[in-house]
């Protein structure tokens, strides 16, 4: 049974880092260019939280305390991240554009 449960979290997992792949990549170039700031920043508001959402539920134990890494998140997500939340961190940062 042990391997259902590891299969099925691998799929969320894998699910998990397209869609914060896709909010952090193809959202922002779909769109307009010309879409007011005050518009983007309330959209980049959810994205956030929506990956905070994601990896929340599938966050894994070797990870640490969710509540570290949501502090980095609230904080501006800037790098270099802290060593102990780099695999979470990678994964919401996963097709941002520098």
Known sequence: MASTSTAGQ?????????QIFTLNHDLPRSLR???????RELLDI??????????RGVWLDRWGLF???EKWVLNGA????PESIREP??????GKDD
């Open 10 to 18: 691998e799929q969320r997992m894998s699910e998990a880092r397209t």
């Open 46 to 55: 959810a994205c956030n939280y929506s990956k905070l959402q994601i990896l």
């Open 33 to 39: 260019s010309d879409l007011h700031s005050k518009d």
């Open 67 to 69: 509540g570290e890494f």
């Open 89 to 94: 961190a990678e994964i919401f940062l996963s």
């Open 78 to 81: 800037k790098t270099p991240m």
